[in-house]
């Protein structure tokens, strides 16, 4: 599977985003997805997953309740819903899937569970 992750801007703080990562070459409803994030001179981060069917969701603690993510399988596309940003969400966002062989179901939260990846999308907010 190919992801195209967009959406990504410049903002100010308070302000809103939504990004978004379309799937090409298999249908994304195969996959759980995730949202991870690299800031300048940081370690990759998790943001947050999906599951298969969108029926379970799961965030990193400097996000939840400010970010969302959903998906669209008859679109074949994940969404980051971002709210009330803040400059510390300033980063490269990256999409990624994984069709759960690679320790998914007990660590979703590892970037090494995920086996696809797409290019980042740059999110800048300003202070």
């Known amino acids: 599977v190919q992801l195209q992750a967009s959406g990504g801007g410049l903002v100010q703080t308070g302000g809103s985003l939504r990004l978004s990562c379309a799937a090409s070459?298999?249908?994304?409803?195969?996959?759980?997805m995730g949202w991870f994030r690299q800031a300048p001179g940081k370690e990759r981060e998790f943001v947050a997953t999906v599951s298969k069917n969108g029926g379970t969701t799961y965030y990193a603690d400097s996000v939840k309740g400010r970010f969302t993510i959903s998906r669209d399988n008859a679109k074949n596309t994940v969404y980051l819903q971002m709210n009330s940003l803040k400059p510390e969400d300033t980063a490269v966002y990256y999409c990624?899937?994984?069709?759960?062989?690679?320790?998914?179901?007990?660590?979703?939260?590892?970037?090494?569970?995920?086996?696809?990846w797409g290019q980042g999308t740059q999110v800048t907010v300003s202070s």
């Open positions: 070459g298999r249908t994304v409803s195969r996959y759980a």
């Open positions: 990624a899937a994984t069709n759960g062989d690679r320790g998914y179901s007990y660590a979703p939260d590892r970037g090494n569970a995920y086996g696809y």
